[in-house]
């Protein structure tokens, strides 16, 4: 109360404004409150209960703030799993957008959420992406399917997501073949850290062939630099099967030592060791 005796009104806090510039009639308006959020979000305030708000703001044709609102729901997933599932419409139309970045956006985020509810909705956008006409959008999907089978490892093995990735590593684009190794062998990882007779383990082991091999060897001098380091981390573990083998690996593996980004340099001369007699890898022809 004040000296009058009548009663003061509460203040009203900053969520109550930004909820209120959420909801405006003015698009400006509400994609300045979404920023806000964000901001308020990156600095570790909690804006969890302007979910629904932030999720009215979804559907829309400004890349931006999808994006925003994208960013938002990745961080809030696990706290309002309920609230995702209002999402996934959405979501399963952006993946079908004619805008490829709209399209890659989508089955990215959905990725990311890591939330139960909405890993089942995720398989059907997913597989149209894997198959996209745009190689980035392509590229998107194949890590997405490693972020899948670190989730629920049976439904990237049952919905042949495994299989997809395979036929990627023969993609024309070098930047999808790189991330689709990528995926590949953090899958690999993943299946053999637990010791497994199953046949389930065995497909999600990331077998280099001698095709495989030389389509791994055409893409690394053609995708970028992160690409090239996960394309020289598969080549360190195959074994060469003779001394011609090792020598063509060498002339293809070599110039990526003079590589600007130290991470390439260092995938270039990682060796390893397997076999009776600690026998070399195929880089031991140039020591």
Same mark, same amino acid.
């Given at each position: 109360?004040?000296?009058?005796?009548?009663?003061?009104?509460?203040?009203?806090? !900053?969520?109550? !404004?930004?909820?209120?510039?959420?909801?405006?009639?003015?698009?400006?308006?509400? @994609?300045?409150?979404?920023? %806000?959020?964000?901001?308020?979000?990156?600095?570790? @305030?909690?804006?969890?209960?302007?979910? #629904? *708000?932030?999720?009215?703001?979804?559907?829309?044709?400004?890349?931006?703030?999808?994006?925003?609102?994208?960013?938002?729901?990745?961080?809030?997933?696990?706290?309002?799993?309920?609230?995702?599932?209002?999402?996934?419409?959405?979501?399963? $139309?952006?993946?079908?957008?004619?805008?490829?970045?709209?399209?890659?956006?989508?089955?990215?985020?959905?990725?990311?959420? $890591?939330?139960? @509810? +909405?890993?089942?909705?995720?398989?059907?956008?997913?597989?149209?992406?894997?198959?996209?006409?745009?190689?980035?959008?392509?590229?998107?999907?194949?890590?997405?399917? =490693?972020?899948?089978? *670190?989730?629920?490892?049976?439904?990237? +093995? *049952?919905?042949?997501?495994?299989?997809?990735?395979? !036929?990627?590593?023969?993609?024309?684009? #070098?930047?999808?073949?790189?991330?689709?190794?990528?995926?590949?062998?953090?899958? &690999?990882?993943?299946?053999?850290?637990?010791?497994?007779?199953?046949?389930?383990? *065995?497909? =999600?082991?990331?077998?280099?062939? =001698?095709?495989?091999?030389? %389509?791994?060897? +055409?893409?690394?001098? !053609?995708?970028?630099?992160?690409?090239?380091?996960?394309?020289?981390? =598969?080549?360190? %573990?195959?074994?060469?099967?003779?001394?011609?083998?090792?020598? &063509?690996?060498?002339? %293809?593996?070599? #110039?990526?030592?003079? &590589?600007?980004?130290?991470?390439?340099?260092?995938?270039?001369?990682? $060796? @390893?060791?397997?076999?009776?007699?600690?026998?070399?890898?195929?880089?031991?022809?140039?020591?």
């Amino acid at each position: 109360m004040n000296g009058f005796g009548a009663r003061v009104a509460p203040k009203k806090g !900053e969520n109550f !404004e930004l909820r209120a510039d959420l909801n405006s009639e003015y698009r400006d308006k509400r @994609k300045d409150a979404i920023k %806000r959020v964000i901001a308020n979000m990156t600095v570790g @305030k909690d804006v969890s209960g302007l979910f #629904p *708000d932030v999720l009215k703001n979804m559907q829309t044709e400004d890349l931006e703030q999808k994006k925003l609102v994208y960013l938002y729901l990745m961080n809030y997933a696990k706290t309002q799993p309920e609230l995702v599932i209002l999402a996934v419409n959405t979501f399963v $139309r952006d993946s079908d957008d004619p805008n490829p970045l709209v399209r890659a956006l989508a089955i990215r985020t959905m990725g990311c959420l $890591r939330a139960e @509810k +909405i890993i089942d909705y995720l398989c059907d956008p997913l597989q149209k992406c894997l198959r996209d006409e745009n190689p980035y959008v392509r590229k998107t999907a194949a890590l997405c399917v =490693a972020k899948l089978y *670190d989730l629920k490892p049976e439904l990237v +093995i *049952d919905n042949g997501f495994l299989e997809s990735l395979q !036929e990627m590593v023969a993609d024309p684009n #070098p930047m999808v073949v790189a991330n689709a190794v990528t995926a590949l062998t953090d899958i &690999h990882v993943q299946a053999t850290a637990q010791p497994s007779t199953s046949s389930d383990t *065995d497909k =999600a082991n990331f077998v280099i062939t =001698a095709a495989v091999l030389q %389509r791994l060897l +055409i893409a690394l001098n !053609e995708c970028s630099e992160w690409g090239r380091v996960a394309i020289l981390t =598969a080549l360190a %573990r195959y074994e060469a099967t003779d001394e011609k083998e090792s020598e &063509h690996i060498c002339e %293809r593996v070599v #110039p990526q030592f003079q &590589h600007a980004n130290g991470s390439v340099d260092l995938g270039a001369v990682t $060796r @390893k060791r397997r076999g009776e007699g600690d026998r070399t890898r195929y880089l031991e022809c140039y020591y």
